[in-house]
Nanobody
Framework: QVQLVESGGGSVQAGGSLALSCTTS????????MGWFRQAPGKEREFVAV????????KYADSGKGRFTISRDNNKNTVYLQMINLKPEDTAVYYC????????????????????WGQGTQVTVSS
């Protein structure tokens, strides 16, 4: 059984920072991309950042460019999202996602490309 467990969410003031992490278990692939998506109240889920298995491909939504950094440690089966200069509009539930299998250097941005999802972690940014 594959599980993705996120941690690191919380409440911060605008301009603050948070670091999210997501650890997977039960996944046998060694080529899968992983990513972060978010969903704010009343809005659809949206892409935040994705990273390929190799780490050579990273993609960011325009809203997070220059402020968010995605990374992964395959030895720890963990993907990270470092967020700085947070804004109230970053408030959302952040979900970690993983492919079941993928291409070594490819990181899709569509949520439908991902097979496994975490339970989500709340990020709240106050003004």
């Amino acid at each position: 059984q594959v599980q993705l467990v996120e941690s690191g969410g919380g409440s911060v003031q605008a301009g603050g920072s948070l670091a999210l992490s997501c650890t997977t278990s039960g996944l046998t692939s060694s080529s899968h991309a992983m990513g972060w998506f978010r969903q704010a109240p009343g809005k659809e889920r949206e892409f935040v950042a994705v990273i390929s298995w190799s780490g050579s491909t990273k993609k960011y939504a325009d809203s997070g460019k220059g402020r968010f950094t995605i990374s992964r440690d395959n030895n720890k089966n963990t993907v990270y999202l470092q967020m700085i200069n947070l804004k109230p509009e970053d408030t959302a539930v952040y979900y970690c996602a993983s492919e079941a299998w993928g291409d070594y250097d490819i990181a899709p941005v569509g949520g439908h490309e991902y097979d496994y999802w975490g339970q989500g972690t709340q990020v709240t940014v106050s003004s």
